[in-house]
RNA sequence: GCGGGUGUAGCCGAAUUGGCAUAGGCGCCGGACUUAGGAUCCGGUGGGCGCAAGCCCGAUGUGGGUUCGAGUCCCACCGCCCGCACCA
């Protein structure tokens, strides 16, 4: 007499999972597994267990993915659904910082928490294969693979990754010089500067955003737009650091390329294209008057060569102070100087204030054009002009060669800048009528260009690199806005990089048997911090123990390498480890690999658009190198991705401004009132900022997580984001009592179902509705797969007895969904447990075909008549029972002009 | 500024190839059963006329176009969301 109780069943069906491992999925080898099924690896973005845990929103695509997992178990696929955790990184090093908690402990605790919470959503992960990023078991591989990275190269011909014995190798034996030199020439210190500038993890002086405050560089999305650090507001400078890099822009056009394989949204592909950036150009050296020396700039424009009337190097740009004169040259333009007594002063200046700026600052104060003049000048290779060398800051150390030709013709922002500097402007193409613009971007003839003149854009380019290569000053090149990947980190909560430096700057890996290296023990996790801004950075783990720090191989002294690995690191390859996640002896065996991530790897993955590009990325150049290197089967790790959309709630602001808890809020007369206080409603991403977070805990008492799944994916496409509406959950829940009260005998509580075959009508119904239901499901279409529920529950209400074939078609298609209930209900049909493995039903074609259609009869594309037909009604006949309607009739006044027929569905007259 | 997406009822949203616009849910209105209902069930829900059967008209951000026929295709514009942003 209970009637449906949620709380029962929930708890009842998730205990059941637990303890029978329902969802575990066998392995190739082990004994269980069926190798006649057809694989499918369908995945979730590992999450990051924060100390707040899950609120309804973050589960969405974890609902989604669940329900395509569990469907595709029915339909008779071998299911991998693994879940694990994202656990190194900041926040829960901070929290450390703030508590002295030692982040295991914290990290640990959230992970738990989250698994606890993830296993009440009722979600099908085989748990036997979760892990997280922390565990020495995982890491030991992640520094494994780094050293694969260390101990690899790039080779150009093959254009793709090798190991670097196979480079010494050649080296050796003469099939390729070091720089042009012979292998033999070279002492030992030489060769191995050589190979160390070739492997695809090295080091390298590079500009980063230094906080001596916080003790640590700080990635770009932590500073703040006016270069200060988003954590603590302190200042942050740009300053030369030697780091860790890895040489993903070797791959930069197989990340491009290989897009077109992946099912991916476009938007992401989109964002992956402009983040690699390519660009095809030329170079082209202007060689510096009276001087040996020459500028090399990179453009895309190499047709403009002719209108090119200054040049600009970057403030960072190393050619600067040898260019610098030591006066300004007479007449000079008293605007070019800075008010500067000469040059050299004038541009380290000009240095000075650029390098006190934020890469973000610079970018953002583009309103006006600044720089100085050099006091020298280059010749334009092609028409022998002297032409005046600035250093502004316009121009970006980071892309192509760090300098420009100006060409303010045919460029806004050379335009912008000839102007503020009173520079010639030339155009040398010419634009078509009717432009009035300032720079001309457009297609069109060149002109003032000499032996280019009168060629289109594409011919002049091809025209002009002829001669520059002809002439040995410049050649076609691609520049790409992809840079590599900054991997060193001076925090402690991370993967120690198994690297030892030996005297004379001499790299030495770990061995592969000397893995794990485990992050030791520390006391004091804070980063060495300084009010100094020149101070060196120190990594957390130079506080640890001299015995740890130093080791001794063959009487040399090495000391360990102190950064640590960046969080992006552990979930580059997480996906491989799933398929087989207890190897002791490899990241992942062959045949686990070869089988789950065989033709498509990772045939569906869910997770948030924020991941687009880093995480995304980063994924796919080591899956590529790992690929190369012979570990892995497939060129690409993601085969189908899919976004998830947000889940917004509305949010409440008191009249300063301040975030109120939503659930407190009450409405009264079309007002919103906190606490006796008007509150102002506005619309946001559920979460802890906006105080307009709905909890699971809450939700599961008071509706059961089944009605969480079925309103979550009814809400709207799984793809976009929707509006939280707790209005809204009464449908579900009336939904799902009504389907219970259908088939459970409220006297004996037990299924009371007919079987007696359900009349045709409701025969029909069901075949049409699985039909529906199982496209649905299989697009990701859960919204009208749930509306299609609705619509066969309301044809239950008036049926006495629900036929059997009814009632257990109807809870197998609800249980990817709705697999508490459909459990419950399913084992009170008197069937064993557990319904996740019970095949899905199957529907007839010639019933979930319509028995009649309404045909639709138009009068000049106006609905003007309805009539039942056959679906099998021939055109001649669908024509003449269309003319013949009497409401028809009335809009004819003999032979209509023309009659479309599309039997059977509808039939144009039409009259002029 | 550039790129991607999006705009349908009071609200969330449906709509193979261009072919009955608005499925399903919420809300709202009316009714039934009830001591009661915020439970449950039934009916209605773009506008106008009509007691009713029914009839007429309008509508997919705006304005054009193609077509027998446009939410869907094309052009221009507007709003919103997201990404990138001096990338030579």
Redesign the pocket.
Known sequence: MAGYDHQTIERKWQAYWDGHHTFRAPNPGDADFDGTRPKLYVLDMFPYPSGEGLHVGHPVGYIGSDIFARFQRMRGYNVLHPMGFDAFGLPAEQYAVETGIHPRVTTERNVANFQRQLKAFGLSYDWTRTFATIDPDYYRWTQWIFLRLFESWFDPDERRARPIAVLIGDLEEGRRHADGAPWASLDAAARRRFLDGKRLAYLDEVMVNWCPALGTVLANEEVTRDGRSDRGDHPVYRRPLRQWMLRITEYADRLLQDLDLLEW???VK??QR??I?R?D?AVIRFPVAGSDASIE?????PDTVFGATYM?L?PEHPLGDALAREAWPEATNPSWTGGNPDPMRALSAYRAAAARKS?VE?????K???GVFTGTFCVNPVNGEHIPVFVA???????????????PGQ????W??AEQFDLPIVRTVEPLAGFSGKAYLGEGAAINSGFLDGLDVASAKRKIIEWLVANACGEATV?Y?LRDWLFSRQRYWGEPIPILHGPDGELRALTDAELPLLLPEIDDYRPAASDDENADPVPALARVDESWRHVEIGGVRYERELNTMPQWAGSCWYYLRFADPANPDALVGTEAERYWMGEHGVDLYVGG??H??LHLLYARFWHKVLFDLGHVSTPEPFGRLFNQGYILADAYQDSRGVYVPAEKVEERDGAFWFDGEPVERSHGKMGKSLKNSVSPDDFFAEYGMDTLRLYEM????LD????W?T??I??????L??LW?SLIDPETDLALVSDEPAVPELRRLLHRTIKAVTEDMAAL?F??A??R???LN?AL??VDRVPREVAEAFVLMLAPMAPHVAEELWERLGHQPSIAYVPWPEYDPELAREET??M?V?V?????D?IEVSPEIGESEARSLALASE?VQ?YLSGEPD?V?V?AP??V?V?VR
């Open positions: 949204p476009e938007s989109v964002m402009n983040w950036g660009s150009g700039v990179f453009t895309t424009r600009v970057a890469e610079r970018q953002a104060e583009s006006e054009k600044t800051d316009y121009v970006l150390m980071g892309y192509g060669t760090g300098a420009i030709m100006a060409v460029d806004e922002r050379d912008e800048f520049s806005k658009v924020e687009a590009v009814f809400m709207g496409p976009t984001s929707k509006p509406t209005r809204d009464v449908g579900i829940v009336r939904f009592q009504r009260r279409r919204n009208t749930v509306a529920f609705f619509e309301n209400v008036g259609v309404t639709v138009q000049n594309g106006k609905v003007r309805r409401r009335v023309k479309i599309r569905t509808l144009n039409v």
